[in-house]
């Protein structure tokens, strides 16, 4: 993948954290991923589509997910219930957002989060497109970005 | 002081909402997406509306569009992860009148919205 696709979502991250969470991430030595499980027990989960298409996932430890959220919202939720997804969701959503606004000269639009919570979840991407994980540390634990996007094919042809 | 607050996460409506507690306001309802708002802004009456851009059904750039072809003058901000040049211009010729990119500190959001109303009222 394209390294210019990577560094966006590092500095994404460590903005959105840093912002909403008051906490700073410490970003890990990105790699391929080689299997569809999940990195851990809650993932949030956005496609692309437009000149970049494919997803990105969010990726915590349940334990390490109730304590970030609590710092994002100001309160706890019960990891099983509507308010924890929809914080996981919005978290995804300013991470991928502000990353894909990052990308140059690219006209890339996002869709609405989808969260999955339960162990060994699998997430399939598409088999064309490599998929990269950068580990992520936090004072709370850690948790791990997703990536699987590539340049559309109308996007190549006009470059 | 009337605001409406669309967007389709409740994480964000309730932290924009204790921004809005701690600056004063507190008559605040909120939509979850923009058909939503669109049904409760003619009983609502608001005097500034808080609109999200990706939201599911109705989305924030569609919803500001109807809004405008009746309405020219209830303030609208754009609160949004779309950061990209282009859907800013895109938003201001729909008829926002100011915008905040997600991630956004407190003291940021205050600062558009006492902006915001501050230009209304010159």
Redesign the interface.
Same mark, same amino acid.
């Given at each position: 993948m394209d390294p210019q696709y990577i560094t966006p979502f590092i500095k994404s991250i460590q903005n959105v954290f840093s912002t909403m969470l008051h906490m700073p991430v410490t970003v890990n030595q990105p790699t391929i991923k080689h299997c569809n499980s999940a990195a851990y027990d809650v993932s949030g989960i956005i496609g692309m589509s437009g000149d970049v298409v494919g997803s990105v996932v969010l990726s915590f430890p349940k334990e390490t997910a109730s304590k970030l959220i609590t710092a994002f919202c100001g309160m706890e939720f019960p990891v099983d219930s509507p308010d924890f997804a929809d914080a996981v969701g919005e978290l995804v959503n300013m991470v991928s957002g502000s990353a894909k606004g990052m990308f140059v000269d690219k006209d890339v639009s996002i869709s609405c989060p989808s969260v999955v919570i339960g162990p060994g979840h699998q997430i399939n991407t598409r088999s064309d497109t490599p998929c990269v994980t950068i580990p992520c540390s936090t004072n709370e634990g850690d948790l791990a970005i997703e990536i699987a996007i590539r340049e559309s094919n109308a996007a190549s042809k006009a470059a | 002081m009337k605001i409406l607050l669309v967007d389709? $996460?409740? %994480? /964000?409506r $309730?932290?924009q909402k $204790?921004v809005l507690t701690q600056l004063g306001y507190t008559e605040i309802e909120e939509a979850c997406d923009g058909q939503d708002a669109l049904s409760k802004v003619g009983a609502f009456e608001p005097d500034l509306m808080l609109v999200d851009w990706? /939201? +599911?059904n109705m989305d924030g750039i569609t919803f500001v569009k109807h809004i405008r072809q009746n309405d020219k003058t209830t303030p609208i901000i754009m609160v949004? %992860? !779309? $950061? !990209?040049k282009?859907r800013v211009i895109e938003a201001i010729k729909a008829g926002v009148n100011n915008y905040v990119?997600? +991630?956004? %500190?407190p003291d940021s959001l205050s600062q558009r919205i006492t902006e915001t109303l501050t230009k209304k009222a010159a």
């Open positions: - | 389709d $996460s409740k %994480t /964000m $309730s932290i $204790s990706n /939201m +599911p949004t %992860t !779309e $950061s !990209e282009s990119v997600k +991630p956004f %500190t």
